[in-house]
C-alpha cells in the first residue's frame, strides 16, 4: 500500500486528549496534528521520537495533518494510524500474501455479524472449498524485552470479538484473528497477560474454539507499508 506523507518529519513533543499530538518540525514550528489511535500507545509516543504524517484530504479539517508512522530513538519504524492495518490485510488477501486467506472470491470490509452487534473487518465468501469466513484484525505495536504484545491496555471490546468469532465456528464459518506486527522490532506476538488477563484467556478459549489466530509482520517506510511474512504467535 503507497502512502503519501509530507516531506520531513517531525519531533513528538506530546500526544494528550487521545486524538492530539504536538510536534516540532525542522525549521522550529510547532504543529498540532491529529492522532488516528485511540489505545495508550504504549512505547509508541515517546517525547524526542520522530513523527511522519499525512496531509488530509478534506482542506477544511481543523487538524490537517495525519500522524501515520513514529521511529524511535532505537530506530524502529512503528504504524500509528489504526486505520491502517484493516487496509494492508485487505491487499494482503488480494495479492495473496496472506496465504491462510487465499482463495476466497468476495472480500468484503465492516460487515456486521454476531448476537452482541460487532463488525468483523473482513468477511471472505465464494471458496471453493473452505467455508465463509470472518476475520478480526488487530494492530500489535507494543514491544517488551524484545517481546511484542496485544494489546498496549485493558480491551473488553477485544474480548468480545473473540467471543463472537468463536460463536462463529460453532455456527460452521471460519473465524480468523489476524495480528498485524506495525513495529519493526516485533518478531512474536502474544497476548499481554500483564495488562489484560482477560483477554489472554479468551485468546486461549478462542484458539481451543477453532478460531484461527494468525500474525503478519509488515514493513514499513515512508512511501509504503505492506504485509511482508508471517510471524509466531504464542499461545
Not at 506523507?5 to 510547532?30: Q, T
Not at 483477554?199 to 503478519?216: D, I, N, Q, R, T
Not at 509488515?218 to 511474512?229: A, G, P, Q, R
Request: net charge negative; with cysteine.
Amino acid at each position: 500500500m503507497r502512502v503519501e506523507l509530507e516531506p520531513g518529519y517531525g519531533i513528538l513533543i506530546r500526544r494528550y486528549k487521545r486524538f492530539l499530538a504536538d510536534i516540532e518540525l525542522e525549521n522550529g514550528e510547532v504543529i498540532t496534528i491529529h492522532c488516528p489511535n485511540t489505545g495508550s500507545m504504549k512505547g509508541c509516543a515517546e517525547p524526542g521520537s520522530q513523527v511522519y504524517y499525512s496531509r488530509a484530504a478534506n482542506p477544511k479539517r481543523k487538524y490537517p495533518f495525519t500522524w501515520e508512522l513514529g521511529r524511535t530513538p532505537e530506530g524502529h519504524w512503528i504504524c500509528v494510524n489504526t486505520s491502517r492495518p484493516n487496509e494492508m490485510v485487505g491487499e494482503a488477501i488480494r495479492n495473496g500474501v496472506i496465504e491462510e486467506l487465499a482463495g476466497y472470491e468476495h472480500h468484503r470490509p465492516e460487515v456486521r455479524y454476531g448476537s452482541q452487534g460487532s463488525r468483523a473487518d473482513w468477511f471472505l465468501s465464494g471458496h471453493p472449498n473452505l467455508p465463509d469466513c470472518y476475520v478480526e484484525v488487530k494492530n500489535a505495536t507494543l514491544l517488551e524485552n524484545g517481546v511484542g504484545y496485544f494489546p498496549d491496555a485493558v480491551s473488553t471490546r477485544a474480548s468480545k470479538h473473540l467471543e463472537e468469532l468463536s460463536d462463529m465456528v460453532r455456527s460452521g464459518f471460519r473465524s480468523v484473528l489476524c495480528y498485524v506486527v506495525n513495529h519493526s522490532g516485533i518478531d512474536s506476538v502474544q497476548a499481554a497477560r500483564h495488562i489484560d488477563p482477560v483477554y489472554a484467556e479468551s485468546v486461549k478459549k478462542a484458539h481451543a474454539a477453532g478460531v484461527e489466530v494468525l500474525a503478519y509482520k509488515s514493513c514499513l517506510s515512508v512511501s509504503e507499508m505492506v504485509l511482508d511474512h508471517r510471524v509466531p504467535v504464542i499461545i
